[in-house]
């Protein structure tokens, strides 16, 4: 019999990274293709799905023809991609505008609508997420209050990985995961609420049909097959939304398991056998690639999206600064606590847990003394406050947390993974797969589709545990003392933020 491969593509904020996966996990060649992001207007945030195409079908030839692999032992393709966005298709499944993707924060007109017409509680007790301009209803209704003549022709509203999956097969399809995000789709009946649609004066008719993430929706098409070098006939497995491919590829697939994902965005998620409704509506739900479990959790909008901005403002590189390769390098010659400097990390608004899209990112106690170390350093700490704060909320549910996984590109980073520890005071644990988590969760939910792997269980064999980091009692102690400066930072400064915002839109016209 022959060995029979995996191929799972992740679209990320950056770009797309393909995987081929071998049938027992492992990795046997990645390739990344990178896209641009427009940010059009503040707090519009969009992505050209004719570069998500190049990146899909390029991405595929480079993997097939660097690994050697025969196309005909490609199994499978699944998919994997950011969540809670809205790319509008004709019945062509021709996009009709840009991607409005899950950074984007301008509907907050259709925010408010959907709270008239909702509610708050009854919008976060069917959905499990709370109303904000974060999620696919808003954005839809933006499009069809601001942009009446392309709402007219659409046929549907997709994420990302769907749009994937329907390049290769030609099935315009979505799973539950990816649906749990558009602010639509009733949680526990995982079902389109005729009720909410219905007050939103939306037609469900635009929404994709509902699929389990390991469904086999179609087959790689003789067109696909053509730009891409895979076989025609190739099973096409639908996959699921990055923070739900995530868990599993975190090894989150039982009950009460967690984890901190940390890419562009961020987020602390707990596996969970039913929806965790906050009092206060800080974190949200999805449902897993597993639809008998759920995720709990909170996100933060720029995570790794911070380190990089900050680093493209530094340009830090080794002939600049020798002794550095890396902003880590700049960090880590400095104590914790950044000598008494505290960033705030929200560039994009914030979702988890302020829900505010007018918050910005601030640098506070700044001194002649500080320099590029000490805001390296800071802004990796900035991340990780809000990121406790999240953990926080989570545990305020009843829920212990004995240590936490860590996933994603930022989970490469020797110095943050330390800075989390001692903020979080729990051990970090690195996985064998740390970068190719969520491919691994779509190439799973890929394989049991076709029958390679029995469940999503199986991925604590694929991606053990390799390394422990413990927290140092002297860090925790000192941001311990900084953590609470720093939620009192953010409060002091919201105001501020609302009156900015005024001043900016009056500026624009």
């Not at 906050?278 to 449902?287: G, S």
Request: hydrophobic share 40%; aromatic share 10%.
């Amino acid at each position: 019999m022959n060995c029979q491969y995996i191929l799972a593509h992740d679209l990320g904020t950056t770009g797309n990274k393909a995987t081929l996966f071998a049938s027992d996990g492992t990795v046997v060649a990645s390739t990344f293709v990178g896209y641009e992001t427009d940010y059009p207007q503040p707090n519009w945030v969009e992505q050209d799905p004719a570069d998500w195409r190049e990146a899909l079908f390029g991405a595929t030839r480079r993997l097939l023809s660097e690994s050697g692999v025969n196309p005909g032992e490609v199994a499978v393709v699944s998919f994997s991609g950011h969540m809670n966005g809205a790319l509008v298709v004709d019945a062509a499944g021709v996009p009709l505008r840009p991607a409005i993707i899950w950074a984007d924060q301008r509907a907050t007109d259709q925010e408010c609508f959907i709270r008239d017409r909702c509610g708050n509680d009854e919008t976060y007790r069917v959905t499990g997420n709370r109303v904000s301009p974060a999620y696919t209803a808003a954005k839809l209704l933006w499009i069809k209050d601001n942009q009446p003549e392309v709402f007219g022709r659409i046929h549907k509203v997709l994420q990302a990985k769907d749009y994937a999956a329907f390049l290769f097969c030609g099935v315009l399809a979505t799973d539950y995961s990816d649906a749990s995000m558009t602010q639509l789709l009733d949680l526990e009946e995982l079902t389109w609420s005729g009720d909410l649609l219905d007050r939103l004066e939306l037609d469900e008719l635009l929404l994709p049909e509902l699929h389990t993430s390991a469904t086999v929706i179609g087959e790689v098409t003789v067109e696909a097959a053509s730009a891409t070098g895979l076989r025609a006939g190739t099973p096409v497995v639908i996959g699921g939304g990055d923070g739900a491919c995530a868990s599993v590829g975190a090894g989150s697939v039982r009950d009460g398991e967690v984890y901190n994902y940390i890419g562009s965005s961020s987020w602390v998620a707990l596996t969970t056998d039913k929806p965790v409704l906050d009092p206060l509506q800080r974190t949200f739900n999805f449902v897993h690639l597993d639809p008998s479990l759920y995720g709990a959790l909170g996100t933060t909008q720029t995570a790794g999206g911070a380190y990089d901005w900050f680093e493209r403002l530094v340009r830090v590189n080794a002939e600049q600064y020798p002794q550095y390769a890396t902003l880590d390098g700049l960090a880590a010659g400095v104590p914790p606590g950044s000598q008494g400097l505290l960033f705030l990390p929200y560039l994009l608004g914030e979702r988890s847990p302020h829900w505010n899209p007018l918050a910005r990112g601030a640098f506070v106690g700044l001194a002649m003394s500080h320099g590029r170390p000490e805001l390296a350093r800071s802004v990796l700490e900035g991340v990780a406050f809000n990121l406790r704060h999240i953990l926080d909320v989570l545990r305020v549910q009843g829920v212990a947390i004995p240590e936490m996984r860590l996933i994603g590109g930022g989970a490469k980073s020797k110095l943050w993974r330390q800075i989390l520890a001692d903020v979080y005071a729990l051990p970090v644990v690195q996985l064998q797969l740390p970068a190719q988590a969520t491919s691994l969760g779509a190439a799973v939910a890929g394989g049991i589709g076709v029958g390679l792997f029995p469940d999503y269980t199986v991925v604590q064999d694929l991606a053990p545990a390799i390394s422990r980091v413990y927290p140092d009692p002297d860090a925790v102690a000192i941001y311990e003392g900084l953590f609470p400066l720093f939620k009192k930072t953010y409060c002091l400064l919201e105001p501020v933020f609302q009156e900015l915002a005024t001043f900016a839109r009056q500026a624009i016209e």
